[in-house]
């Protein structure tokens, strides 16, 4: 299923998009809100998947992966600072051998954790547990499904991976997952199969509601729509298909400044397998640090010092704005 | 040079040089038709892309795929809507065999 992708060096658009100038325009300024809400740490780019649109050149080759030394930093950091939120991502985070202890631990901490979960790797050797030791320490499971039609889906994430998904999907609601008012959280997130916008938020999640159950019986809480960012692989695929310039433009267009205050940016704080810190997840995968004079690695890390302070941005922030916005937690204006 | 250019599309407002008066207000009225009403974004993409291909616009065939897809529609749906302007073109065409049957009869035996 997984093809070895090589590693793409492209990483930021081309063109004039000034992000900032555009926020001034509308008299907006990104700044930090006074707390981190989430802790978004990224243990590593290795995945049992190599998904078209990934922003971080995930797949089985890559060997970037959060060492037990800084994932016990890790959790050293949610003691210390007692963030409500730990989200797991990656890659796929399960193949990190540090996952399910930092799980175990953010949980008797009494942290919310959410992980990032691709469903297929539930099918890699030693991970056909996962529904139950998800389901052991209550996480919140998000998972990606492109569509709810194999086509779209495949195309995206490879073949095969619908089939895998469905089937994976139909494990977590038999241990619970997906049932309303029944405690075990399972979203969804749709990316766009291509160059262009995600639908309104609220429709197309009533769209897979209606046909997840009616085709294959499967129940899900609520689904996100999250804007595909021209960074790395996505950015790759429309330079190789001549939409780069479009899509930008599709992007600055639909800059919506009501989407600015629900970015992710603003109450999160992003961590990579080496422990630095960013603004976002794709701030991480370009190596766009937090501003300077703020801590920049989790051993200098004071959580307070973020408070108010502003965002590291570039021409791919016009991704999180475009439309109805989107962070990770789905669209931030109203889906 | 093509007749039909892609990026003419983006260009759309040059159209207001001469009369801006008149092209806001069709700007105007274009836009009120696209919004959330009786009938949603979806269903009026889905409409304003079975009306593009009655009328063979590339331009609008272009603007109202991407509408489509960025209303939550599939390939499925919007290859059944240009099925019904489709059908309708031919069906328009078709009843006018009438038309040659009456001329016919008019003048034979």
Known sequence: ???????????????????????????LALARASRVEIFQVNVGKLCNQACKHCHVDASPARTEI?????AGQVVEALKEFRFPT???????????????RMVAEARALGTRVMVRHNLTVMFEPGQEDLPEFFRAHSVEVVSSLPYFLEQQTDAQRGRGVFDKSIEALRRLNSVGYGAEGGGLVLNLVYNPAGAFLPPKQAA???????ELLARYGLRFNSLYTITNMPIRRFLEYLRRTGNEERYMRRLVEAFNPAAVEGLMCRNTLSVDWTGRLYDCDFNQMLELGVPEGLPRTLSELDAASFAGRPVSVGPHCFGCTAGAGSSCGGATAGG | ????????????????????????KFMAWYEACQEDGALSRREKALIGLAVAHALQCPYCIDAYSQSCLESGSNMEQMTEAIHMASALRGGAALIHALQAHNSVDKVSM
């Open chain 1, 204 to 210: 197309v999640e009533a769209d897979f509601k209606r």
């Open chain 2, 1 to 24: 040079m093509a007749y039909y250019e892609e990026e003419d599309l983006g260009r759309f407002k040059e159209v207001g040089k001469h009369r801006p008066d008149l092209f806001e």
């Open chain 1, 1 to 27: 299923m997984a093809r070895d992708l090589k590693v793409i060096r492209t990483t930021r658009p081309a063109g004039t998009h000034d992000f900032a100038s555009k926020l001034a325009a509308h008299g």
């Open chain 1, 86 to 100: 730990l989200d797991i991502t990656g890659g796929a985070p399960e193949l990190n051998p540090s996952f399910r």
């Open chain 1, 66 to 70: 959060m060492s037990g030394e800084v």
